[in-house]
Each structure stands twice: as structure tokens, then as C-alpha cells.
């Protein structure tokens, strides 16, 4: 997952180039984008809302509880930060259940760059595959959440996030430069924090690519910026930043995984789907699994291909499977804060 | 084990109190029918549910006359505003069942949960709230002032909505001021005994709606008696040809909501995601038993195999199973008669060399079930692409311009509903203006509204349900039918026509009632003035 192979530079410009016609300029990049079929609002929340009915109880409630946490990009991404904050992040994601050991681990911790060298050192010999059972470092770059900085500013910071150990970046698309219509820009800012990714073993770093899409406003925009994403080269398509309103939703999250499906049937490639920011209940979590099952198909239910972005769902994921087991609601001191 | 294969989660049947016979509700009261009773199953597991009572010719006569005292009685003297509380109530009753009649619903009429419960109920509700809203503002129904009620309705409606098709029919008609004796189908008609149950709960006036209960003879047994005044019926255009054919020449008003062979036109710049929910939610909602279903797909040649292949990978993740859980898309085919039509129709697509292909789902082993199923390669002179098959059975055709997909979609002798599914604004009214069909949906499929009103041209059918149009249905315009002197002039309104008995209200024509029937024999409805 976190280790692309050194090939792949070359393999992601020719699956654009592939998929576009020519070379990923101004001109091929909008006539395709501009090509794909619209996305009817109604029609698309219908169908989110549609699939929010579905009733989730016992056996599959309780896998479904297990998944949510096995997914979960711990997050705390506040100016506020301390090395102190982090290692309880970590010591949290390590074992969210004190009281119950076998409750899984969670996929990744996701902190600013700065703070990488604390969560690795935290999470010590836990630090790895989240396949293997360890957890990964994500780390968001690109002068996120705004974006707004010159290129070389945030492949300097991608860069310098990879050198730190990040398994995984978390960037920012330029929603200036998508808002006004330049394709390309967007295009090689994704393509270059791409090449930013790459370790000096030859491997990359797995790059989420965040299209913000509170901002990007409307379902065309969303759908047009997975395209771009994925075809710049994103391993991960994710909504949000968390720090914009509204961030993730059940509609935007389905689209992208609609996208998702659509590149598969085309390239055979599977790329992840992040939901991030919003997602705060267990009720909410379970209509995510259920919308990725039944749109992309149950294998995108692993960490490689799906993430919430989240950190205070885990405790009421934790309160629903205390419940599951003992019949009983506990309550919120009965679960540890990080 | 795989997620996808979710945990049961049936509904519960706990607010169920069903009684073990059901007799007829005449005049307030349920009273036992004279004709043979019958048993009503769930389809989904041929279980018995409920003995229902078989009304005949004397229980109908008694229904009518029942219907006949509420309507010279109480009914249409109350105010209009009176009426309207009542409507009021029921609809809040309604709410405040609803989970039980939803779980009746899909336990009679092997319909999901999901759909009887976001669906039919709540719809059921908001018809009775709707023309709760009419019931003081009849005179602003587009007839003119104090447009008068009909009189008697008598109602025959189908089983594929047995409680939202009784809601379709009774709310207009008592907002309206008339008095009602209804029959649900014979496989379906628990819900429609329960809401007899509401009306008593309502404290509605004895008679005022009367539901009797039996088959085909007993449907035809109301619509023959010479007591009632209007006809309306859903169902079968055969049944509806027949209706038409008795109750000609004798003056009751008549409405016939019939069949579709909607086409659902999918251009090439559809929004493609949502056209393919569109066209799920146009032939296998309600397991197509639709008459507006979307069952003839029109998808413009360029996108065909797109379109089908994303279309077989949707119907792939349909739920087919007990119409009880919570997660079941597809419920059972209402009876075994319904069934061997669609297993008769899809064999004769098969024969004339249309390509089948069916959702790869378990059928349970005892129930009516017909797994989801397209055909491509149809040609429009296939029987399955002009017949009603009214199952979860999708047509697919194709089009290569916009004038010929309207050629095709005109092309059929029903008329109910059409879809267009286009990101073009002006295409979509362009194309919508040809269509000759009652509804045309764009870019969505299978909404209502009370407010909407629903209907259709040829073979589907006359009259118009919901609305202001379908209050009309079930009213005359002052001095309009039994009109006497047609070049009479504006004439004020004279109040309290008191020897016509009929409504207590003012008409707008200078003629007495009694006159103007004499003087237009051909033009009057049975009047209740001449009853008396």
C-alpha cells in the first residue's frame, strides 16, 4: 500500500494519458471533464438517502462496529498540538477499549508534518501496515487545510512530512485554481506532490488527495475533481479537510465511490475513498459501509481502499459495541478520551 | 460471512390485532356478508392471514342505501368546514397507525416493508390531509361557486396500492361532500377493513363510507346498481371496457384510472447514475405492479450497452426475500394468478427472439416471487413491449433521435406516464409538450403528490385523480350537467334551492334542478333529487 513500486511515475502519466486522449493539458483535460455525464442532485440524495434505510442489526451490526474502527484515520489536526496530545492519540488508537482487549486497533493516526516524528516514535514497533494489524502515520501536507501557498512551499512541505516517516499524505487540492477553471494547474500540483511522495528507496507514500467539497459546492464540481484527482495520480480520493461546513456527506461520499466504481470498470485500478470531518456516530459510520458495499462492492472495506476521517466517532463506536455485548448502554466515562 | 448478506431485520408484527373474520362495514357497523367468505394469504408465504366476508347483491343494495341516508342525512348538509375535520382526523389516525398498517399492508400484499412504510402510508396520509384542506374551498375548485356533490360514489379499486388507491379515492370524494361504498380487491383487502376501523375510531357519520368486501361480482354488482351516482375505478383496462360498456346510458358520472406501458426515454446526456436509479425505481418499485411503471426502456442507441451492463450490475444488488424485512427491495408478486401472467408474458418475449436476462437471486420455496428481469434485443411489435405485464419485467428499446423516441413512446394504445432523462432543460419540455401520457416525469420516476393530478389518455383511462382536477371528478358545476336553457344569462345566484332537497346550497342556474333534469334527459346524472 504505502510502497508504490518505482515504476509507477511513468505508469500514471500514461493512465492519463490513456484515458484522456493526449497529454494531460488545458485543453484535454476540460474536454473531458466537461464530457462526463452531469450528476442530478436530486436523483443522488435520493439514492444516498435510500441507502441510509438499510437496517443493520446483531451479527452484521457487530462486524459492521469492528470495520468501522478497523477504517478509522485517528485524527487530531488542531494548532494546538503537543507531542503530549499525540502520544495519547496514539495510545488511544493502539488500544481504543481499555477495558476490552480485543477490540481491533485502528487503521492509521492522521497529524499535521510536524508532528510525524512523535507519532512514530509513540506508536514504536506498531508503526506499519494497518494489514498487518499496525498502524500507519498519515500526515496532511500542502499547506493544508487552505492550500494556499506557492507549489514549491507544499512539495517542501509533502517532502519533508515523507523524509519525517509519514506512510500516507494528506493533501490539499489548489480549489482556487479549480473554482477558476484551470484544470492543468490542479492537474500537476496533484502530479508533483506525487512525485514529492517518493522515498528515497524508490517507494511512495500514498496520497489522499482532499478536494475540500464544501467549497467545490456543487456535485458536478465534486464529480469532475475525483476524475482529476484520479487521474493525476491520487491513490485515495478524500471529501474533506474537516475544518470547512459541510464537509463529509453521505451524497458526496456515494458520488465519489461512484466515480471510484467508474475507473475501476475502465482501468481495473482500485483507488480509496476517504470520508472525513462530520462523521460522528456509529448509526451515521454503518450507512457509510452500507454505501460503499453497494456501490463499489464489499473488497473497498479494508483500510487500503476505505477511511473515515474521524476522531470522536471512535468513542461512540466503542459505547454501541459495550452495548452489543452487555445489552446495556454504558455511558461516556466509560470510554477514554485521548 | 459477508456483509452484504445482512442479518434478518423483520419488522415487527406486535401492532397487529388482526381479527380471524372480517365481515362488511355497512352503515357504521361491521355486519357478516351474505355471499361465500374467502380466505386473504401473504403471497410471500401463502399463509392464512384473515377470513374477509363475500358481499352480495343485498349486502351491495344495503351498502348503497346505507350511503344514500348518510348523503340526504347528515353528509351534505354539514359545512364544508365540518367536513374537513373529519378528513383531518382520519389523516392523524392514519399517522398514528401507521406502522400497523404498513406491516398489514406488506403482510397482505407481499409489498416491502421499506415501501409500505416510506411510501404508501405516509402518502395515504397526505392524501386525507390534502383534500381535508379542499373541503371549505369547493367553490374555488375551478367550477364556480357552490359546485354540488355528486351524490353516491361507488369505488372499485386494485391490489397493487390497496390502502393509498383507497385514500386516492375516498379523501376527494367526502371533501367533495359525497357518501361512498368502496371495494378493495379480493386479494388485498385487510387494509381497507382496518380503515373501516379508523372511520369508527374517527366517529365519522354511519354510512358515510361503506367498504364491502369480495371479487370480480361483487365489484360488479356496485358499479350496476342503479343508487349510485359516480363510478370510479382502478384497474384492468378489460374490467375498465366493461364498467364503461354498463354504465353507459345511465347517467353516472364515470372516472377509470387503467394500464400504462409507460416509456421511460433515457437520452444521451442523461445524468447516467441517476438515470439508472430512475429506471430501477421506474419497473421494480412495488415489484412493478405499477400501472404507471416505467416498462419500456427508451435508451438512445449510443449509450445502450452502457446503460444495460450498468443496469445488470444494479439489479444484481436487489434484495428479493421477505417483503417483512427491513432491507427487502424486491417482495412477492401479489397472487399466483398475477405470476403465471408475467411467467406467460416473459415465455412469449422469449419466443419472439428478445434476449432475457434475470437477476441471479435465491427464491424462497414457498410464495409468489419473480426475480428482476430485462430484455434487450425487444422490438416494438413484441408482446412484451406493448402488453401491461405489470411485474418486475423491463422492456429495453432503442432510439436514435428525439423524434423517434416520442414516435415510440406514443406508440401504444395506453397513455399514463412517460420519463424523459436528460441534463437538457429544453429538451426535457420539448419532448415532454409530445408526449401523449398523463404524468411525464423528468429525470426522476414514480413521484405523486396529492396535489399533482394523475390520470391518462387511450386505453389508460379517463378522469383525474388528485389535485383540484380529481375534486372535480367528483363534483357537478352549479347548473352545468342538468342545464335547462343554455343561453340563459349570468343569473344571480339564487340561495336554498329547498324543493331540490338535494345540497341545501344556492345554484348558479335560474332553472330549478327538477326542470333542468326534464329538459336534458341525456346530459342528467341519476339525480338524488329524483329519488325522493
Known amino acids: 500500500m504505502n510502497a508504490s513500486s518505482p515504476g509507477q511515475t511513468v505508469a500514471f502519466s500514461q493512465r492519463a494519458v490513456a484515458v484522456l486522449g493526449g497529454e494531460p493539458d488545458e485543453a484535454t483535460l476540460r474536454r473531458y471533464l466537461h464530457g462526463i455525464p452531469g450528476v442530478d442532485a436530486v436523483g443522488l440524495e435520493q439514492r444516498a438517502a435510500s441507502l441510509g434505510t438499510r437496517s443493520i442489526k446483531t451479527t452484521s451490526k457487530a462486524w459492521a462496529l469492528d470495520k468501522i474502527i478497523e477504517l478509522i484515520d485517528l485524527t487530531t489536526l488542531e494548532g494546538a498540538d503537543t507531542p503530549g496530545k499525540v502520544r495519547s492519540l496514539v495510545a488511544k488508537a493502539l488500544r481504543p477499549d481499555a477495558a476490552d482487549p480485543t477490540t481491533p486497533r485502528v487503521a492509521a493516526v492522521c497529524v499535521y508534518g510536524d508532528m510525524v516524528p512523535h507519532a512514530i516514535a509513540a506508536l514504536g514497533s506498531a508503526h506499519g501496515d494497518p494489514d498487518q494489524g499496525l498502524i500507519s502515520v498519515a500526515a496532511v501536507a500542502t499547506a493544508f487545510p487552505s492550500g494556499r501557498s506557492s507549489v514549491d512551499v507544499k512539495l517542501a512541505d509533502t517532502a519533508e512530512a515523507v523524509a519525517a516517516g509519514a506512510d500516507e499524505i494528506d493533501m490539499v487540492i489548489d480549489r482556487g485554481a479549480f473554482l477558476a477553471g484551470n484544470y492543468a494547474e490542479v492537474f500537476n500540483q496533484i502530479a508533483q506532490v506525487k512525485q514529492a511522495c517518493r522515498r528515497a528507496d524508490g517507494t511512495y507514500a500514498s496520497l489522499k488527495v482532499i478536494l475540500e467539497t464544501g467549497e467545490l459546492n456543487t456535485y458536478d464540481n465534486v464529480r469532475r475533481a475525483s476524475w482529476l484527482a484520479i487521474l493525476a495520480g491520487g491513490d485515495f480520493i478524500k471529501t474533506s479537510t474537516g475544518k470547512v461546513s459541510p464537509a463529509a456527506t453521505l451524497p458526496v461520499t456515494l458520488l465519489m465511490l461512484e466515480v471510484v466504481r467508474d475507473w475501476y470498470r475502465l482501468t481495473g485500478e482500485r483507488i480509496g475513498v476517504k470520508p472525513a470531518g462530520g462523521i460522528r456516530s456509529s448509526k451515521d459510520a454503518i450507512k457509510y459501509l452500507v454505501t460503499v458495499a453497494e456501490t463499489v462492492g464489499e473488497e473497498w472495506l479494508q483500510p487500503h481502499l476505505f477511511r473515515f476521517g474521524a476522531s470522536s466517532l471512535l468513542n461512540d463506536v466503542l459505547l454501541q459495541r459495550q452495548k452489543l455485548q452487555t445489552g446495556h448502554y454504558s455511558g461516556a466515562d466509560y470510554v477514554t478520551i485521548d | ?532
Open chain 2, 1 to 532: 460471512m459477508s456483509f452484504l448478506d445482512y442479518a434478518p431485520a423483520p419488522e415487527s408484527t406486535s401492532p397487529l390485532n388482526l381479527r380471524d373474520d372480517y365481515g362488511l362495514f355497512i352503515d357504521g357497523e361491521f355486519v357478516a356478508g351474505r355471499g361465500t367468505p374467502f380466505a386473504t394469504i401473504s403471497p410471500a408465504t401463502e399463509r392464512h392471514i384473515a377470513n374477509i366476508s363475500t358481499a352480495n347483491d343485498e349486502d351491495i343494495a344495503d351498502a348503497v342505501a346505507a350511503a344514500r341516508r348518510a348523503f340526504d342525512g347528515p353528509w351534505s348538509k354539514m359545512s364544508g368546514r365540518d367536513r374537513g375535520k373529519y378528513l383531518y382526523r382520519i389523516a392523524r389516525l392514519v399517522q398514528e397507525r401507521a406502522r400497523e398498517l404498513a406491516v398489514a399492508e406488506s403482510l397482505d400484499n407481499g409489498k416491502p416493508i421499506k415501501e409500505s412504510r416510506d411510501v404508501d402510508v405516509p402518502l395515504v396520509a397526505a392524501w386525507f390531509f390534502y383534500y381535508a384542506g379542499w373541503a371549505d374551498k369547493l367553490d374555488y375548485a375551478g367550477l364556480g361557486a357552490n359546485p354540488r356533490a355528486l351524490g353516491v360514489a361507488g369505488q372499485v379499486i386494485p391490489w397493487n396500492f390497496p390502502l393509498l388507491m383507497l385514500a386516492w379515492k375516498i379523501a376527494p370524494a367526502l371533501a367533495a361532500g359525497n357518501t361512498v361504498v368502496l371495494k378493495p380487491a379480493e386479494t388485498t383487502s385487510l387494509t381497507a377493513l382496518l380503515f373501516a376501523e379508523i372511520l369508527q375510531q374517527a366517529d365519522l357519520p354511519r354510512g358515510v363510507v361503506n367498504i364491502v368486501t369480495g371479487a370480480g361480482a361483487t365489484g360488479a354488482a356496485l358499479v350496476g346498481h342503479p343508487g349510485i351516482d359516480k363510478i370510479a375505478f382502478t384497474g384492468s383496462t378489460a374490467v375498465g371496457r366493461a364498467i364503461a360498456k354498463q354504465a353507459a346510458g345511465t347517467g353516472k358520472k364515470l372516472t377509470l384510472e387503467l394500464g400504462g406501458k409507460a416509456a421511460n426515454i433515457v437520452f444521451d446526456d442523461a445524468p447516467i447514475d441517476q438515470a439508472i436509479e430512475g429506471i430501477v425505481n421506474g419497473i421494480f418499485f412495488n415489484q412493478g405492479h405499477v400501472c404507471c411503471a416505467g416498462s419500456r426502456l427508451l435508451v438512445q442507441e449510443s449509450i445502450h450497452d452502457e446503460v444495460v451492463d450498468r443496469l445488470k450490475a444494479r439489479l444484481s444488488t436487489l434484495r428479493l426475500g421477505d417483503p417483512l424485512d427491513k432491507n427487502t427491495d424486491i417482495g412477492a408478486i401479489n397472487s399466483r394468478a398475477q405470476l403465471d401472467r408475467i411467467r406467460a408474458l416473459t415465455a412469449a418475449g422469449e419466443a419472439e427472439g428478445a434476449e432475457r436476462w434475470t437477476a441471479d437471486c435465491a427464491i424462497p420455496d414457498a410464495g409468489f416471487w419473480y426475480a428482476p428481469t430485462i430484455f434487450t434485443n425487444v422490438s416494438t411489435s413484441d408482446r412484451i413491449a406493448r402488453e401491461e405485464i405489470f411485474g418486475p419485467v423491463l422492456s429495453v428499446l432503442t432510439f436514435r433521435t428525439p423524434a423517434e423516441a416520442i414516435a415510440k413512446a406514443n406508440n401504444t394504445p395506453y397513455g399514463l406516464s412517460a420519463g424523459i432523462w436528460s441534463d437538457k432543460g429544453s429538451r426535457i419540455l420539448a419532448v415532454a409538450d409530445k408526449l401523449r401520457a398523463g404524468v411525464v416525469w423528468a429525470n426522476t420516476f414514480n413521484k405523486f403528490d396529492p396535489a399533482s393530478p394523475f390520470g391518462g389518455y387511450k386505453e389508460s383511462g379517463y378522469g383525474r385523480e388528485g389535485g383540484r382536477q380529481g375534486l372535480a371528478a367528483y363534483l357537478d358545476a352549479p347548473g352545468s350537467t342538468p342545464r335547462a336553457i343554455p343561453a340563459a344569462a349570468p343569473a344571480p345566484a339564487i340561495t336554498e334551492v329547498a324543493e331540490s332537497g338535494e345540497l341545501g346550497r344556492s345554484e348558479g342556474d335560474k332553472s330549478t334542478p327538477a326542470e333542468a333534469r326534464k329538459s336534458a334527459p341525456a346530459a342528467g346524472r341519476k339525480s338524488t333529487g329524483a329519488k325522493k
